[in-house]
């Protein structure tokens, strides 16, 4: 089976050390290709030049917990960046953008109206651009959609909403805005009921699968705060846990493996249109 990872960090300081051999693990294990979305400017080349030397594909924006020291300036460089390579097969989307509404220093009024001003502009960018989106929604969708609604282009957004964790119809007002909800590591907790449940009545064109590694670590990774205290070191996420964590969405589903690789892939290309020619091009 064929497995896309649309959502996973390996340019992060965890895989400094290993990267080239995390993607070979997660080449092993099935993941084909793996989405990089970079996170602030001075991580901008690195996850291009990344991308393209793992065969990946990437993108480039300023995630809401960098917001705080990010500059007018940074925006600028960003239009240039994205103008710069807007030709590039492996640009597939701007992001990770959104809204954080869950760490206390993002929530501050002055910091909540700087977080929206940022986001407004990189969607705006992104509408201008014709790029899709990756969208971080931490505690923070209706907001979110606000804004989705307000710089909505003429056909629709694409892209996909990171991590979702909201209600059904949190889920199904981004659906008719046009993306995809992204499903990692946190559906595989027992305990994710709320989620779980959302994850397996879907409509099959809904969804995609993701690791955000190396953060949001499966419930075969993760250690409590309990077990932290005592000296057991955090798992690691990596992108070869999407298999697993897949194996979770199928019995949620109800649906056979080889039907869930096959979902992922053809809901990550309708996300993500450059995917298809890069993935055409690897079969080949």
Avoid at 163 to 178: E, H, T
Avoid at 191 to 209: C, H, I, Y
Wanted: with cysteine; aromatic share 6%.
């Amino acid at each position: 089976m064929r497995w896309i990872d649309t959502h996973c960090h390996l340019d992060a300081p965890e895989f400094s050390g290993d990267v080239q051999a995390v993607r070979t693990r997660a080449r092993e294990s099935g993941v084909v290709h793996c989405v990089l979305p970079a996170v602030e400017r001075s991580n901008w080349e690195a996850v291009r030049v990344l991308a393209h030397a793992c065969g990946d594909s990437y993108a480039l924006g300023i995630h809401p917990l960098y917001v705080p020291r990010a500059t007018p300036d940074d925006l600028l460089a960003l239009r240039k960046q994205l103008e710069q390579h807007r030709d590039d097969p492996r640009l597939v989307a701007v992001g990770e953008i959104g809204l954080d509404f869950f760490e206390p220093t993002l929530c501050t009024d002055a910091m909540r109206v700087w977080q929206e001003q940022v986001f407004l502009q990189q969607l705006e960018l992104a509408r201008a651009l014709d790029l899709p989106i990756f969208v971080h929604v931490r505690r923070s969708v209706d907001r979110v959609l606000k804004y989705l609604r307000q710089v909505r282009p003429k056909g629709g957004w694409r892209g996909i909403a990171h991590a979702f964790n909201g209600s059904d119809a949190q889920a199904q007002r981004c659906i008719d805005l046009g993306l995809k909800l992204g499903f990692g590591g946190a559906l595989t907790f027992e305990r994710a009921l709320q989620l779980r449940r959302l994850a397996s009545t879907l409509p099959n064109d809904a969804w995609v699968l993701e690791t955000d590694a190396p953060d949001i670590p499966p419930h075969w990774l993760y250690v409590d705060a309990q077990q932290r205290a005592l000296g057991q070191p955090q798992g690691r996420n990596e992108p070869g846990e999407l298999g697993r964590i897949a194996q979770c969405m199928a019995a949620l589903r109800g649906l056979p493996l080889e039907a869930v690789a096959q979902t992922n892939a053809d809901n990550a290309c309708a996300a993500l249109p450059r995917l298809l020619a890069l993935l055409d091009s690897r079969a080949a």
